[in-house]
């Protein structure tokens, strides 16, 4: 064979190769595709809205036009994320899955530009606290420095201690949530940069932004020197400006009327970002006799 014709023979072979790859990875995205359009259309079964009712009980709260949105997100963190059981423990069993899914899909339900924490690839668990040495720190024991109950990595991981992940579940109006405060720090490392600045929509969205985030941060510094009184926001957010973005989301889900009431501006400017109103679903929820 001519070494052209050999050249024009290697060059179909090479060109029928790559034809073949693209039609596999089609087929995968095709497949990847449905297998998520049937996680988002698949509401929870009753075992596991019994758990939920057990271990996040502020799943109730969310309004019924949202119910179908949220248990869809919450499947897909559920089903297309890693989890890790990590420092001794056994397994990350499905409905601990579920539990730590269902609150990391309220930071979300309400914005349409997420992509499902598009770098986030592992969420590791831990039995309770642990030791690590990232730099996203939340709940540090006083006594012990070293002892961690959560982490964000920029690198796509978010490190969990299942212990605290059921008291925050739980305990659901203290403003205090491991799950939802380590998942806004995801959110704040998607551009890339983690300072408590999150992509925003448009120039008038960061210079409101700026302007109420920094006034509060700034307040809650100087009211975490004496705790005299103690301040409305966990005092841990004044460490620095993303940790302050995290804590005043947790507060925003856990304990929205009383940051609406506290803080009016610091509540509006997280309404808008998030696209819900969490203190509306309060509000409007049916009283207990």
Avoid at 7 to 24: D, F, R
Avoid at 205 to 230: I, Q
Avoid at 254 to 278: I, M, Q, R, S, T
Wanted: charged letters at 30%; proline letters at 6%; glycine letters at 8%.
């Amino acid at each position: 064979m001519k070494a052209m014709d050999w050249i024009a023979w290697s060059e179909i072979g090479l060109a029928a190769t790559v034809l073949v790859i693209l039609g596999i990875l089609w087929r995968r995205r095709l497949r990847f595709r449905r297998e998520r359009s049937a996680r988002l259309a698949r509401p929870f079964d009753p075992d596991e809205a019994t758990i939920l009712d057990r271990d996040f009980p502020r799943w109730r709260a969310i309004p019924a036009d949202l119910q179908g949105r949220f248990a869809g997100i919450t499947r897909v963190l559920m089903e297309e994320k890693n989890y890790e059981a990590c420092g001794g423990l056994a397994e990350v069993r499905d409905e601990m899955k579920l539990v730590i899914a269902a609150q990391a899909a309220l930071t979300i339900l309400g914005k349409n530009d997420h992509d499902f924490f598009p770098r986030l690839h592992s969420i590791l668990l831990y039995p309770g606290g642990f030791r690590d040495r990232g730099r996203r720190r939340f709940g540090i024991d006083d006594e012990d420095r070293g002892v961690l109950f959560g982490e964000s990595w920029e690198t796509g991981s978010v490190i969990l201690s299942w212990d605290n992940v059921l008291a925050g579940g739980r305990n659901d109006d203290d403003g205090m949530n491991v799950v939802i405060h380590e998942f806004a720090h995801q959110i704040d490392q998607y551009n890339g940069v983690a300072d408590g600045v999150p992509k925003l929509k448009s120039r008038e969205d960061y210079v409101r932004w700026g302007s109420v985030m920094e006034r509060h941060y700034e307040a809650l510094k100087e009211a975490s020197k004496t705790r005299d009184p103690e301040p409305f926001l966990d005092p841990y957010g004044a460490t620095d400006p993303c940790e302050f973005f995290a804590v005043a989301t947790e507060a925003f889900f856990e304990d929205p009327l009383d940051l609406e009431y506290e803080h009016p501006e610091l509540y509006e400017v997280l309404a808008k970002f998030y696209g819900l109103d969490p203190a509306g679903w309060l509000e409007s929820r049916p009283s207990v006799p």
